[in-house]
């Protein structure tokens, strides 16, 4: 049975990106509120989406993100299947103790929660293939329908 869950998510202004790329078993679906988030995704040129759009990430997108920008981000995280929502609670707990979000504890909660990590020599074939080597996910096509800049109606 594939599930379906809902994370309201807020990334302070500034933010380095998440350190680790994952490679998830998941699809994304991610409506912004307000402010602006970076997708990082190898070998391709980074997506800056703002309030008002939306991202899907398709499963088996290595990618990750951030927010560079001067005023926080907030967002809707639709995870499929809906277990994954548990991994942003995670998070959010270890940064609540204090803990600063570094590669190898990030690296340990995505593996927590069914999320393969990519390790750093893998992430560089891919930036420096642009992914070519991995059926170019269906080339542009797919990256096309990663970044859904349509409005968000509600």
């Known amino acids: 049975m594939r599930s379906i869950r809902d994370t309201f998510s ?6 380095p990106r998440f350190p680790v790329l994952d490679l998830d078993p998941r699809s994304l679906l991610t409506p912004y509120q307000q402010g ?5 995704i190898p070998g391709r040129p980074s997506v ?10 398709p499963v088996r997108l290595p990618h990750k993100f951030s927010n560079p920008f001067d005023e926080e981000a907030v967002f809707i995280n639709t995870a499929t299947p809906g277990f994954f929502v548990r991994y942003f609670e995670h998070l959010e707990n270890l940064i609540g ?3 600063v979000l570094t590669p190898e504890i990030n690296a340990e ?20 293939t642009g992914m070519a080597g991995e059926k170019k996910l269906k ?10 800049r349509s409005p968000l109606t509600l």
Request: hydrophobic share 40%.
């Open 10 to 15: 807020l990334l302070p202004r500034s933010s």
């Open 36 to 40: 602006k988030v970076r997708f990082h």
């Open 48 to 57: 800056d989406v703002a309030a008002g759009e939306m991202v899907t990430v």
């Open 97 to 99: 103790d204090g803990k």
């Open 109 to 128: 909660a995505l593996k927590r929660f069914a999320t393969i990590p990519l390790p750093p020599e893998d992430v560089k074939r891919l930036e420096e």
């Open 139 to 148: 080339a542009e096509n797919e990256i096309k329908e990663c970044v859904n």
